[in-house]
Each structure stands twice: as C-alpha cells, then as structure tokens.
C-alpha cells in the first residue's frame, strides 16, 4: 500500500512561484503515472500535470509554460513548480499515483494566491 504526502502550500501573491512536494513511501517507478490535481471551492477537481513511469509529462492547457511537473526518484519524490501564479489557481493540490487498477491520493497541499 503507497503512501503519498504533499507539503509546500501556502499563499503567494499574484505572479509569484511556489513549488509543492510530494513524498512517497514506495519507490516512485512502482507507479505507472505521478500526477498533481487541484481542486478549487465549489469545482471538480481537476488534472493538473502528469509524469508517466518513462518520463513523459502532460498539462492541463491552463497550466502550460508555468507549471513543470518534475521527480526524483531516489528522493522518491515528485515536484510541482509554479510560477506566475494567478488567484485562479488558489486550490487544494492533490498528489495522484496509479499502480495497475489501483490508485492513490495524498490528503492535500492549500495553494492561495492572493494580494
């Protein structure tokens, strides 16, 4: 059974950066995909970045050229940097992994961006 723990929220102002981690108690490539969702007030909750085992990375159209999903592997962690942030990513960030049929979540890092 993984285990995924965010950490790195908190609030930023407008057009600034912050970059959130993701712990996991397995060996990373175990997963057949690392991801990060977000889920704001009162909306579904959304993909955000993906990184399949083989290293390819893909992004929600409201993210891409500011947020860069990355990994490291004897870290058994899994990186999402953003920047220029704007208050229309202020949500519950969401660390995401796939083995097989099964999948797991972290419980969540709070992102508000804010002036």
């Known amino acids: 059974q993984a285990q995924l723990v965010e950490s790195g929220g908190g609030l930023v102002q407008p057009g600034g950066s912050l970059t959130l981690s993701c712990a996991s108690s397995?060996?990373?490539?175990?997963?057949?995909?690392m991801g990060w969702y977000r889920q704001a007030p009162g909306k579904e909750r959304e993909l955000v970045a993906k990184?399949?085992?083989?290293?390819?990375?893909s992004y929600a159209d409201s993210v891409k050229g500011r947020f860069t999903i990355s990994r490291d592997g004897a870290m058994k962690m899994v990186f999402l940097q953003m920047s220029e942030l704007k208050p229309e990513d202020t949500a519950v960030y969401y660390c995401?992994?796939?083995?097989?049929?099964?999948?797991?979540w972290g419980q969540g890092t709070a992102v508000t961006v804010s002036s």
């Open positions: 990184i399949n085992v083989g290293g390819t990375t």
């Open positions: 995401n992994g796939k083995i097989l049929q099964y999948t797991y």
């Open positions: 397995v060996n990373i490539f175990e997963f057949n995909s």
